[in-house]
């Protein structure tokens, strides 16, 4: 028995492994950028000056840093040998996937590179261009912008020719980039010219070590058993909040010397004028004692200055060095960010956890808790040959078996939570999961709030278990049945037993197996399975998190909750194995 | 027989009908046919099929027959001959709509909108039994099942959702009863013992899957994506599949000269039946809803095909084990090894001689499997993932109603279609389940 749980274990690990490559490979195949959705989608495209390009650059490949996605994605890459190996360094993933486009379709990495290279090169130049006329400047930033994401020739050619066109005009303002732009097209048509396809033809695997994507979600890059020094953190956010509480005082400081200075200038005048009433004397004691001041605070603002310096410094240089790490891997507990709200997917899943807890746990207690006696019981009925009271206990089962939960949950949800057809029907709140005015009540007592929330989620229980329920009491009614013909329970009553022993004691064991089986699928099912009935009453439960990470890419939560319910699964099944060994002494597991 | 007299060739021919009689299928046809509820629940489907097959006859807002400017039409049909592009219409078809002609002769279809056909005037949830707002002379006829807030009409939707909810149960379950099929017949055919290959073949056929991996998705990956991106699913499938068949068969075919190599050609038995079983495991480790909207979020047009693709391609599991249980039973008996011992090849054994017999359970796992696709897709619609916005299917018709609670129309309708077809084919699945059960048998 215990070896056979040691091995069934051990079986788990390359599951895991498998459904954790299966998820991944789909989160890369997913179109859409992780880092501008975490950027909030904004793409400084080809807009500002150089330096806010070169900024906005800078800001996409730390997101991406911070993500772990600046890595290659595998530990190998099973690839054409017309790919350069470094692909995965181009941060930007629309600029890499029209540089794999072109590669696919010429073949030729090194002129697609070039191409590139100048095209970014003008990309830059044009941003430094002042006072270029209007039309042209359009033109030339939208061709450009277009180029980093067009890999159809057609589409190419025509770019090149409509800024060629007007880049010829006269007047124009931009003809530093004219000589470029025409070596850009030669390029280009060097590329068209020189195609290597047949590389694309020929096998090579790529290796690229530890430092990979999977790797760090699965297993992360923080160190092992070393702990990371994080006094450099520390010592880098103390040196921040120092700047930041200095940075205004020195503010204070020269608003106050400014203020002075006017007033000494004011004076000044007053003095020169000698249109005044009061004596030029006190004035000028003013304007001494005024001056000193200003010394004064100007000394305070150079050393203000020195030491904001010497943290700054400090700071920068602490942060040159630091090795910041994305996170401790799925392995280590550390699940990540989510891609939408930042917050941690722990803490997400921990609150969308409760709610689904909550109502599956009273969903299978109760539906548990009828089947089986009803099962039983329906046995019977059928053996004693109460024709009637049977067939109408399977025809509501299998009804109610067959009703789409999700049909009911609408049904219940138009007529009975609003006054729509009639004052008497609106038994329950429309939506959520408790009132949030009562939630935030401090006088709110334990009671109140249990009858709130069991008043919000009567109908979602029921939905999700009337179907289970019904489900539950077919099988045991089915099992039930097939064990009552069995030699040994003859036996049973040929010995005399009291029906109720016979029943109880020799039959209902036996016919639990089904049961057992079920309780296996009975995790998985509470994670997924309320997801439309979440979606109707507007729950924030675990069905609703995976649907709305599902649907908007999130793919770290999606991951996490996937990982979960394989995991949930796996476990239930060896539940359910060792549940049979304990009913059933036959079972063996040599 | 030429030779025997009319009397002994009448007592042949009994004797055939009388065996034919007791013969499997028929016993289990008697079986099924005895089962009342699956028997009616048999007939509305067919009922349910007349419908889908029919529906651009029941539920369209082109006549079946008209005549207009003193020439006769039938749109319905004319339609079909321009989605496959052998004709076009009129400049006067397209300028107006079919329901604003003034015909000199018309037959309409008895409901007459399509799907998408909006009703300008009763747009934002008309009740069937309130009122309905037609122009005086209009050919619109009334809304028996209400609309929706476009001016949809429900019951052309309904009606065409059939259409789409037969489908989906037709293309989901042959695909998954392909894959279920070939994994559980060579797993329980061969089990963990029986494959014995060379090993120059197991290297030859790995090598060609890798490349063909490779060709398919590294080489030709954009071309092939772009394909299935812009719907042509089939033909980009169908070269995936000619590139793996065709560096397979030219892997096995080298391997033919190179066994003869003694160190090449020594031969390992392949555990299939561990290798699929827990291939098998790892599927079924994913509850199967999350790992189809995780596949459906990665398509970017979404479209029902994909739907009925990706249903399929999950959802084999069930046909597997159960082929496979069947197969490690019949491979044991003893026509089968007198099969083996005529030299029969293992392919033919297994497809002309085991799996005939096995067949029967997979009939019950494909009637539940029916019914599981339809409710998913119907379920997907319903949240609105992975179905086109403009297509109408029973789950979008369902969703519609939770904007509008007054509109109890699109609540209870669209509801109990589902409810109905996912019933008959659980009946239809319980009445194959007592028929094949010999226990039950009387």
Not at chain 1, 522 to 542: D, K, Q, T, W
Not at chain 2, 106 to 132: C, H, L, M
């Given at each position: 028995m215990f070896q056979y749980i040691i091995k069934r274990i051990l079986i788990f690990i390359p599951t895991f492994f498998a459904i954790s490559l299966l998820i991944f490979g789909l989160s890369k195949m997913a179109p859409g950028d992780p880092v501008l959705v975490v950027m909030g989608g904004n793409d400084s495209n080809g807009v500002g000056q150089r330096s806010d390009l070169v900024n906005g650059e800078k800001a996409y490949a730390q997101v991406a840093e911070r993500l772990g996605l600046d890595k290659p994605s595998f530990y190998f890459l099973l690839t054409s040998a017309a790919y350069p190996t470094d692909l995965y360094k181009i941060s930007k993933r629309n600029h890499r996937e029209t540089i794999s486009r072109l590669i696919d379709a010429y073949g030729n990495a090194d002129a697609v590179m070039d191409y590139y290279q100048s095209l970014k090169a003008i990309y830059y130049k044009t941003a430094d261009i002042e006072n270029a006329r209007y039309s042209v400047e359009g033109t030339a930033r939208n061709c450009i912008n277009d180029l980093f994401n067009e890999y159809e020739d057609g589409v190419i050619v025509f770019k090149l020719n409509l800024l060629?066109?007007?880049?010829?005009?006269?007047?124009?303002?931009?003809?530093?980039?004219?000589?470029?732009?025409?070596?850009?097209?030669?390029?280009?048509?060097?590329?068209?010219?020189?195609?290597?396809?047949?590389?694309?033809?020929?096998?090579t695997i790529r290796w690229y070590g530890a430092s990979t994507q999977y790797h760090t979600w699965m297993f992360g890059d923080y160190p092992w058993i070393s702990t990371v020094d994080s006094s450099d953190h520390y010592r880098i956010e103390n040196l921040s909040s120092e700047i930041t509480a200095l940075v205004p005082q020195k503010r204070s400081l020269n608003n106050s010397i400014s203020k002075l200075r006017g007033r000494n200038y004011a004076i000044q005048e007053e003095l020169d004028s000698a249109r005044t009433n009061a004596s030029p004397d006190s004035l000028r004691q003013v304007f001494a004692t005024n001056e000193v001041q200003?010394?004064?605070?100007?000394?305070?603002?150079?050393?203000?200055?020195?030491?904001?310096?010497?943290?700054?410094?400090?700071?920068?240089?602490?942060?040159?060095?630091?090795?910041?790490?994305?996170?401790?891997?799925?392995?280590?507990?550390?699940?990540?960010?989510?891609?939408?709200?930042?917050?941690?997917?722990?803490?997400?899943?921990?609150?969308?956890?409760?709610?689904?807890?909550?109502?599956?746990?009273?969903?299978?207690?109760?539906?548990?808790?009828?089947?089986?006696?009803?099962?039983?019981?329906?046995?019977?009925?059928?053996?004693?040959?109460?024709?009637?009271?049977?067939?109408?206990?399977?025809?509501?089962?299998?009804?109610?078996?067959?009703?789409?939960?999700?049909?009911?949950?609408?049904?219940?949800?138009?007529?009975?939570?609003?006054?729509?057809?009639?004052?008497?029907?609106?038994?329950?709140?429309?939506?959520?999961?408790?009132?949030?005015?009562?939630?935030?009540?401090?006088?709110?007592?334990?009671?109140?709030?249990?009858?709130?929330?069991?008043?919000?989620?009567?109908?979602?229980?029921?939905?999700?278990?009337?179907?289970?329920?019904?489900?539950?009491?077919?099988?045991?009614?089915?099992s039930m049945l097939g064990v009552i013909r069995q030699d040994y329970i003859r036996t049973a009553r040929a010995?005399?037993?009291?029906?109720?022993?016979?029943?109880?004691?020799?039959?209902?064991?036996?016919?639990?197996?089904?049961?057992?089986?079920?309780?296996?699928?009975?995790?998985?099912?509470?994670?997924?399975?309320?997801?439309?009935?979440?979606?109707?009453?507007?729950?924030?439960?675990?069905?609703?998190?995976?649907?709305?990470?599902?649907?908007?890419?999130?793919?770290?939560?999606?991951?996490?909750?996937?990982m979960f319910a394989a995991i949930l699964t796996m476990i239930g099944n060896l539940i359910a194995d060792i549940l049979y060994a304990i009913v059933d002494p036959r079972v063996s597991f040599k | 027989?030429?030779?025997?007299?009319?009397?002994?060739?009448?007592?042949?021919?009994?004797?055939?009908?009388?065996?034919?009689?007791?013969?499997?299928?028929?016993?289990?046809?008697?079986?099924?046919?005895?089962?009342?509820?699956?028997?009616?629940?048999?007939?509305?489907?067919?009922?349910?099929?007349?419908?889908?097959?029919?529906?651009?006859?029941?539920?369209n807002e082109r006549p079946v027959y008209c005549e207009l400017d003193g020439e006769a039409h039938f749109p319905i049909f004319h339609q079909y001959l321009v989605d496959v592009g052998l004709s076009t219409w009129d400049e006067k078809f397209v300028s107006t709509k079919w329901l604003e002609q003034e015909y000199d002769y018309?037959?309409?279809?008895?409901?007459?909108?399509?799907?998408?056909?909006?009703?300008?005037?009763?747009?934002?949830?008309?009740?069937?039994?309130?009122?309905?707002d037609f122009e005086e002379g209009s050919n619109r006829g009334w809304h028996y099942l209400g609309t929706e807030r476009i001016g949809q009409d429900v019951a052309a939707g309904m009606i065409h959702g059939t259409r789409t909810a037969m489908l989906v149960g037709l293309v989901a379950m042959s695909i998954a009863t392909l894959i279920g099929l070939f994994f559980g017949a060579i797993s329980g055919y061969f089990g963990d013992d029986r494959l014995k290959v060379s090993r120059i073949r197991i290297a030859l056929n790995i090598l060609a899957f890798i490349l063909a991996l490779f060709f398919a998705f590294i080489t030709n990956g954009y071309a092939i994506?772009?394909?299935?991106?812009?719907?042509?699913?089939?033909?980009?499938?169908?070269?995936?599949?000619?590139?793996?068949?065709?560096?397979?068969?030219?892997?096995?075919?080298?391997?033919?000269?190179?066994?003869?190599?003694?160190?090449?050609?020594?031969?390992?038995?392949?555990?299939?039946?561990?290798?699929?079983?827990?291939?098998?495991?790892?599927?079924?480790?994913?509850?199967?809803?999350?790992?189809?909207?995780?596949?459906?979020?990665?398509i970017e047009k979404p479209s029902v095909l994909f739907v009925m693709v990706i249903i399929g391609t999950v959802s084999w599991t069930g046909i597997a084990k159960f082929i496979r249980a069947e197969l490690l039973r019949i491979r044991r008996l003893e026509y089968i090894e007198a099969a083996q011992a005529f030299g029969y090849s293992e392919f033919r054994i297994i497809w002309r001689h085991a799996l005939p017999n096995a067949l029967a359970p997979v009939l019950i796992a494909i009637a539940f499997g029916v019914a599981t696709a339809i409710l998913t897709e119907a379920f997907l619609s319903f949240i609105g993932v992975g179905i086109p916005d403009d297509q109408v299917t029973w789950g979008s018709l369902l969703q519609l109603s939770r904007d509008k609670f007054s509109a109890w129309w699109l609540a209870i309708f669209p509801g109990f279609a589902i409810f109905i077809t996912v019933t008959i084919f659980n009946l239809i699945g319980e009445g194959l389940t007592e028929a094949l059960d010999p226990r039950l048998r009387e």
């Open positions: 060629k066109d007007s880049l010829e005009t006269p007047n124009n303002g931009m003809e530093t980039i004219q000589s470029d732009w025409n070596n850009l097209i030669d390029k280009y048509n060097y590329l068209k010219a020189n195609p290597t396809r047949l590389k694309l033809y020929l096998p200003i010394e004064e605070y100007l000394e305070d603002q150079t050393n203000l200055q020195v030491s904001i310096d010497v943290l700054s410094s400090e700071r920068d240089s602490l942060s040159e060095n630091l090795v910041r790490y994305t996170g401790k891997g799925f392995l280590r507990g550390d699940f990540g960010r989510s891609y939408i709200d930042r917050k941690e997917v722990s803490i997400k899943l921990k609150d969308a956890l409760y709610w689904t807890l909550i109502m599956n746990f009273f969903g299978i207690l109760i539906s548990y808790l009828i089947s089986i006696p009803l099962g039983v019981k329906s046995a019977m009925w059928k053996l004693k040959g109460m024709k009637v009271i049977d067939n109408i206990n399977t025809g509501v089962l299998f009804i109610l078996y067959s009703l789409p939960s999700f049909w009911i949950g609408t049904i219940l949800l138009v007529f009975f939570t609003t006054a729509e057809y009639s004052e008497m029907l609106d038994w329950f709140p429309t939506s959520g999961a408790q009132d949030l005015d009562l939630a935030e009540d401090p006088d709110t007592t334990l009671w109140m709030r249990f009858i709130d929330v069991a008043h919000h989620l009567a109908l979602p229980i029921f939905c999700i278990t009337y179907g289970s329920f019904a489900y539950l009491s077919r099988q045991m009614r089915g010995k005399g037993l009291s029906e109720r022993k016979v029943i109880w004691k020799h039959a209902f064991r036996n016919s639990l197996f089904p049961i057992i089986t079920l309780f296996s699928s009975v995790f998985p099912r509470a994670l997924s399975g309320s997801i439309a009935i979440e979606l109707i009453y507007a729950i924030p439960g675990m069905g609703q998190l995976a649907l709305m990470s599902i649907v908007t890419r999130d793919w770290p939560v999606v991951f996490t909750i996937v | 027989m030429f030779f025997l007299n009319k009397k002994r060739t009448d007592l042949i021919t009994q004797a055939i009908e009388d065996s034919e009689e007791r013969g499997y299928w028929s016993i289990v046809r008697k079986q099924f046919y005895k089962n009342r509820l699956a028997v009616w629940s048999l007939r509305i489907f067919y009922v349910i099929l007349f419908i889908a097959i029919s529906a651009d006859f029941i539920a018309v037959i309409f279809p008895p409901i007459t909108y399509s799907a998408t056909t909006r009703d300008a005037r009763n747009n934002k949830f008309k009740s069937p039994f309130g009122e309905q994506g772009d394909l299935i991106g812009n719907g042509k699913l089939l033909s980009g499938l169908g070269l995936i599949l000619a590139w793996l068949i065709g560096l397979l068969s030219v892997a096995n075919l080298l391997s033919i000269p190179l066994k003869k190599i003694p160190i090449l050609g020594k031969k390992v038995t392949v555990p299939l039946d561990i290798i699929v079983m827990r291939f098998i495991e790892i599927v079924n480790s994913i509850p199967l809803l999350i790992l189809i909207l995780a596949i459906v979020a990665i």
